[in-house]
């Protein structure tokens, strides 16, 4: 892992940053010589099967839900 001075990364930051994105290499800045950031490349997005999006065309609308309660279902609910 290349390892830049806070100094030198403020002065050349797009072109090490174009860098990390070309070589998918993380860069560490110091200040100092202490460790102050890790620049990593992007993680690749998940895809439709992350998250809820795996769900997507499963659920169904079986009756209008704004429509009002049957008197009678409403006293069932009581």
Do not use: Y
């Amino acid at each position: 892992m290349e390892t830049f001075a806070i100094s030198e990364f403020k002065a050349r930051c797009l072109a090490i940053l174009d860098r990390v994105h070309k070589t998918g290499s993380p860069v560490l800045i110091t200040k100092h010589g202490v460790p102050i950031a890790r620049i990593n490349p992007p993680v690749p997005e998940l895809g439709a099967t992350s998250g809820f999006s795996c769900m997507s065309g499963t659920a169904e609308e079986l009756e209008d839900i704004l429509a009002p309660l049957d008197p009678g279902d409403w006293n069932a609910l009581q």
